[in-house]
């Protein structure tokens, strides 16, 4: 990916207050486009601007991605602001409870899908057609090891990023043609907050399925997620990317 490559355009990151989204964000503003990040959380997007530093190339908006009016409405100021939308990040996602699927509520479970799912379908739905329009776009979401494998004790997690997975490959062949491309990543556990919060005894278990026996980085999923956002992917689309340190590569 060369220098500047994303001058003149404009990017929305879901889940963008904290790690991957976080990471792709600070990529993209660095190569020179300009980022709507969107979050739940109003103090994480406050203390993401602040990292970040001022910037006319970035704004902050609280955004529920399970609400198509929230969405519409967010999308509308970003496009305000930064004008038409090039790129979209769908990383905006929550893990659930650890409970195993015949304990699992039914409140939990739409709540996640909800979240990881629906509001992939919701933005996607909401500012792609804007893409085709002009002829150019890149959306990439970020599903995850569990959508392919299956992970004990988190099935609505799981479920939401097969989901994720299937979505793309949808979108990724509907939009085929248009100028605007869709490709998904699958990241193993990486370093983030999210698995500082987890058992240390199930984090050793984690990277001892790994070939490479380490955990991942955001900054290196934002790598592999900006290359998909770049000109220099052309020629794929609907497909899921591994980035598992070598765990899973189909």
């Known amino acids: 990916m060369k220098d500047g490559e994303f001058s003149g355009?404009?990017?929305?990151?879901?889940?963008g207050a904290k790690g991957i989204g976080?990471?792709?964000?600070?990529?993209?503003?660095?190569?020179?486009?300009?980022?709507?990040?969107w979050d739940q959380n109003n103090n994480a997007l406050a203390a993401a601007a602040d990292a970040i530093g001022a910037s006319d190339n970035l704004i902050t908006?609280?955004?529920?991605?399970?609400?198509?009016?929230?969405?519409c409405i967010?999308?509308?100021?970003?496009?305000?602001?930064?004008?038409?939308?090039?790129?979209?990040?769908?990383?905006?996602?929550i893990a659930g409870p650890t409970v195993s699927?015949?304990?699992?509520?039914?409140?939990d479970w739409q709540r996640v899908l909800n979240v990881d799912l629906t509001g992939v379908f919701l933005c996607s739905k909401t500012i792609a057609p804007g893409m085709v329009g002009r002829g150019y776009g890149r959306i990439v979401n970020i599903a995850s090891l569990?959508?392919?494998?299956?992970?004990?004790?988190?099935?609505a997690y799981s479920a939401a990023k097969a989901g994720v997975i299937a979505l793309t490959k949808s979108m990724g062949k509907e939009l085929a043609g248009t100028g605007v491309l869709v490709n998904s990543v699958a990241p193993a556990a990486l370093d983030t907050e999210m698995v500082d919060r987890m058992d240390p005894a199930h984090?050793?278990?984690?990277?001892?399925?790994s070939p490479l026996k380490r955990l991942g980085t955001a900054e290196e999923c934002a790598s592999m997620v900006c290359w998909l956002l770049s000109e220099e992917c052309s020629?794929?689309?609907?497909?899921?990317?591994?980035?598992?340190?070598?765990?899973?590569?189909?």
Not at 61 to 71: G, H, L, P, R, W
């Open 9 to 15: 355009r404009s990017a929305i990151v879901t889940g």
């Open 22 to 37: 976080l990471a792709v964000a600070v990529r993209i503003l660095e190569n020179g486009g300009k980022v709507a990040l």
């Open 61 to 71: 908006t609280a955004v529920d991605v399970s609400s198509e009016s929230d969405v």
């Open 74 to 93: 967010a999308h509308a100021s970003a496009t305000g602001a930064l004008g038409p939308i090039d790129l979209l990040v769908n990383s905006a996602g």
């Open 101 to 107: 699927t015949i304990d699992y509520t039914l409140a």
């Open 146 to 155: 569990a959508g392919k494998e299956g992970t004990p004790n988190a099935p």
């Open 203 to 209: 984090v050793e278990i984690m990277i001892s399925k």
């Open 235 to 250: 020629f794929s689309t609907g497909a899921c990317f591994d980035v598992s340190g070598g765990r899973t590569v189909y």
